[in-house]
C-alpha cells in the first residue's frame, strides 16, 4: 500500500499544442508516440511509480480543458498539491503563459493560506519538445526564476523520467492549505 504521504495530486496546465498529452501518455507508459492524439474527454490518470523502493501514487489531471472555464480551472488549482505548467521551447507566447498561470495559482493558493508572502508553492516549469529547438537558452527570461524549470522531449523521452521524479519528491502542500 501508499502511505499517506506519498499520495501526490498533479495538476498540469500550459497553452494549447505544447504536449501535455504527449508527456503524460509517455509518463503512462505509451511505448509509441503519435504525431497527433485523439482529444480526451478522461484528463485525469493515476500511476503507482517507485522511487527508491519508495511507493507513490501520482494522480493527475490535465486541466487544460477548463481552458474556457476559470472557475472549474481555479477549482482543479485549489485541489493540487504539485503543478506542472509546460511550454514549448518552439513557442514563446506559450512561455508568457506559463507566467501567468503561475500568478493564478499563487493568487488563488494564498487566499487559502492568507499568506500572500508564501512563494514557495510547488511548481516545476516544463520546456517541452527540445528535439525541435536549435536555439534555446534566450528564451528563458528569469521571469519564472524562482521555480525549478526542466527541459524535455515528449518525442524522444529526454528527461522526462526525471522530471516526474522531480515532481514526486517535490512533495506536497502543507495540509492547512490543501
Ligand atoms: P497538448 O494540447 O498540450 O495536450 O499537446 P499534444 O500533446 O496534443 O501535442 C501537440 C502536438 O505537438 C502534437 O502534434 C504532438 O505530436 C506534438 N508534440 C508533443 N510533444 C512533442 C515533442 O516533444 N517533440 C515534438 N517534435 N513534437 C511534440
Known amino acids: 500500500s501508499v502511505k499517506p504521504s506519498h499520495y501526490r495530486r498533479i495538476v498540469v496546465l500550459g497553452a494549447p499544442h505544447v504536449g501535455k498529452t504527449a508527456i503524460i501518455r509517455r509518463f503512462l507508459g505509451d511505448d509509441g508516440f503519435d504525431e497527433q492524439y485523439e482529444p480526451t474527454t478522461e484528463d485525469f490518470h493515476s500511476k503507482l511509480y517507485h522511487i527508491r523502493g519508495e511507493r507513490y501514487q501520482l494522480d493527475i489531471l490535465d486541466a487544460s480543458k477548463e481552458r474556457d472555464f476559470p472557475a472549474k480551472r481555479r477549482l482543479s488549482i485549489l485541489t493540487g498539491d504539485i503543478f506542472l505548467l509546460v511550454f514549448s521551447v518552439t513557442d514563446r507566447e506559450s512561455f508568457t503563459e506559463i507566467c501567468s498561470l503561475r500568478e493564478e495559482i499563487f493568487t488563488a493558493k494564498s487566499k487559502l493560506t492568507k499568506s500572500k508572502e508564501n512563494r514557495q508553492l510547488p511548481i516545476i516549469i516544463c520546456g517541452n519538445k527540445t528535439d525541435l529547438n536549435t536555439s534555446r537558452g534566450a528564451q528563458h527570461s528569469d521571469i519564472c526564476q524562482d521555480s525549478v524549470l526542466f527541459e524535455v522531449s515528449a518525442k524522444d523521452c529526454t528527461n ?13 502542500l502543507p495540509t492547512e492549505t490543501r
Open 160 to 172: 522526462l523520467e526525471e522530471m516526474f521524479e522531480a515532481l514526486a519528491l517535490l512533495g506536497g
